[in-house]
Nanobody
């Protein structure tokens, strides 16, 4: 099990940028072996996949179609961190964003694949 803490949320105007960070606690398993994902949940909606970075294939990344070309996920295995750089933000990006960790998970776009979740950080994009 790993504890996750997100930071970096806030209020931004449409077209602006935010960078979310997620720090994982020390674990008996190497952080580099975890698939790390970002999900978001808007009021009245289900939690949805945003982005993931997986341990193999040189740290491959994947994104939801709605954020491709605007968001970038990255990780620093030495620091046990994963970041989400969000550019060209839109009002529809407004949600609580969650960091999640799953040991060697392959179905990284499915919330139930993840064992550990952060507390979430609010992102609000004004029009």
């Amino acid at each position: 099990q790993v504890q996750l803490v997100e930071s970096g949320g806030g209020l931004v105007q449409a077209g602006g940028s935010l960078r979310l960070s997620c720090t994982a606690s020390a674990s008996s398993r190497p952080f580099a072996h975890y698939s790390m994902g970002w999900f978001r949940q808007a009021p009245g909606k289900e939690r949805e996949f945003v982005a993931a970075i997986i341990p193999w294939n040189g740290g491959s990344t994947d994104y939801a179609d709605s954020v491709k070309g605007r968001f970038t996920i990255s990780r620093d295995n030495a620091k046990n961190t994963v970041d989400l750089q969000m550019n060209s933000l839109k009002p529809e990006d407004t949600a609580v964003y969650y960091c999640a960790a799953a040991f060697l998970a392959t179905n990284y776009y499915i919330p139930r694949s993840y064992d550990d979740w952060g507390q979430g950080t609010q992102v609000t994009v004004s029009s």
